[in-house]
């Protein structure tokens, strides 16, 4: 047995010494050290040796194991310092060769818009929500006040997907949805598609985006909805931009207003963006008319709101001195790369 552990040894030393991968120590170790290994395979005759030899053998055998053991893990440490000095010779890195310039995308600039709009008006407490394109008549138009009769309603103006189903031309439809949902005080914003059956054009266009703001709680007043959007339009237009509320009409709001700014373009001397005017329209906006909050539960007699609609592509073309809402939805790559 003595015999045979010495030559055991001598074996894998002589294996070990010539391995030239680590997978081969690896195969190395399983032949003389796993549990079918040929030295496990000594130990396991050991019960046949007499009690004077079992101990010196034993004693042998586990020499033999460390030595195999100690001589692997040199061998492997060995082994991997070779490897690495051949793979660092193969991979060499030409730190001067010139990168390949992967194109960033770019936000389109109604979404960069909007999320100035977004950044702004969560900064003053407002929580962003969202509505269904996809509307009913009655959040659409008759919660809004807007009766059976009113112009709007025309065919020509909305589009119907059915008797009662429409796609939403406003985004006011989001107040009476919130309205329902929410007690005051609510302070939402909800920005969206809307749609409308008009031709195209340089200002018009069937898809367009529309932000609406909502404000419910006691004591709310037109000074409230004037100094937030003063705020608004000072942070996209800048502190210089004047801002003008003209009396307006909304079957939703009383009263209504209509917010025009002086024009980016010219400063309100008149030119070709503003039509002459000096003045360029980005919004409808009002109180709630107390027929609206009291449809959804809430008493006119103790809350008042306002609410907004911002033109978003309006906002968008004339912030950004662009001439054509056309060109927002062509995606034109010549275009969108100059934002
Ligand atoms: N929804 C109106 C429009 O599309 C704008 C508006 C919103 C007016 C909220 C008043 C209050 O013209």
């Known amino acids: 047995m003595k015999e045979k552990l010495e030559q055991i040894k001598a074996q894998a030393l002589n294996d070990i010494k010539n391995a030239a991968s680590g997978d081969a120590l690896e195969q190395i170790k399983v032949r003389f050290l796993g549990k079918k290994g040929e030295l496990t395979s000594i130990l396991k005759m050991m019960g046949g040796l007499s009690p004077q030899e079992r101990p010196k053998m034993g004693q042998l055998a586990n020499e033999v194991r460390s030595a195999l053991e100690s001589a692997l893990e040199n061998a492997k440490s060995a082994v991997k310092e070779k490897e690495l000095a051949a793979r660092l010779k193969l991979e060499k890195i030409d730190v001067t060769i010139d990168g390949t310039r992967r194109p960033v995308g770019k936000l389109h600039p109604l979404s960069s818009t909007l999320e100035k709009l977004e950044e702004i008006f969560t900064g003053l407490g407002f929580t962003v929500v969202e509505g269904p394109e996809i509307e009913t008549d009655h959040y659409n138009f008759e919660a809004l006040n807007v009766p059976k009769d009113h112009p709007a309603r025309d065919m020509q103006d909305t589009f119907y997907l059915g008797e009662n189903l429409l796609l939403r031309t406003q985004t006011s439809a989001a107040q009476i949805r919130t309205m329902e949902n929410l007690k005051p005080p609510i302070k939402i914003i909800c920005p969206g598609r809307v749609y409308r059956s008009d031709d195209v054009d340089a200002t018009h266009s069937p898809v367009f985006h529309q932000v609406e703001g909502l404000v419910v709680d006691k004591g709310i007043t037109m000074c409230d909805l004037k100094g937030t959007l003063e705020i608004m339009v000072h942070k996209i237009y800048g502190e210089n931009t004047k801002v003008k509320f003209r009396p307006s009409f909304f079957p939703f ?38 027929r609206v909050l009291a449809g959804c539960g809430i008493d006119p007699e103790v809350y008042s709101g306002f609410a907004f609609g911002i033109g978003l592509d309006r906002l968008t073309t004339t912030s950004h001195k662009i001439s054509d809402i056309r060109l927002l939805f062509e995606n034109d790559n010549r275009f969108l790369q100059q934002f």
């Not at 010219?266 to 906006?285: D, F, M, P, T, Y």
Request: charged share 20%.
């Open 253 to 290: 709001t009383e009263p209504s207003v209509e917010v025009d700014v002086s024009c980016p373009e010219c400063g309100g001397k008149g030119c070709r963006v503003c039509k002459g005017a000096g003045w360029i329209e980005i919004l409808g906006a009002g109180m709630v008319h107390p």
